[in-house]
């Protein structure tokens, strides 16, 4: 965002930059804020946890697990 705005190009006005991964030290720290999709990584590391404990007792079981993405807007959109 900053090399656009380097470029003349205003954020939002004419480009919206959304990210991926809603990592808050970045999407917090930019100018504008970056909207983002959380993919919600803490529930993606319970479903590996259980993964591996499975493992560990022989009774390795493949579950469906869905992520359900949230989109975290602020102000690059």
Known sequence: MSRLKEKGVDVP???AIVGYDNYKLICENTQPKLTSVSQKLEDVGQYVLEI???LHKDKFKIKKFK??????IRSSS
Do not use: A, G
């Open 67 to 72: 992520i359900k993405p949230e989109l975290v």
């Open 52 to 54: 591996i404990k499975s």
């Open 13 to 15: 006005q004419d480009i």
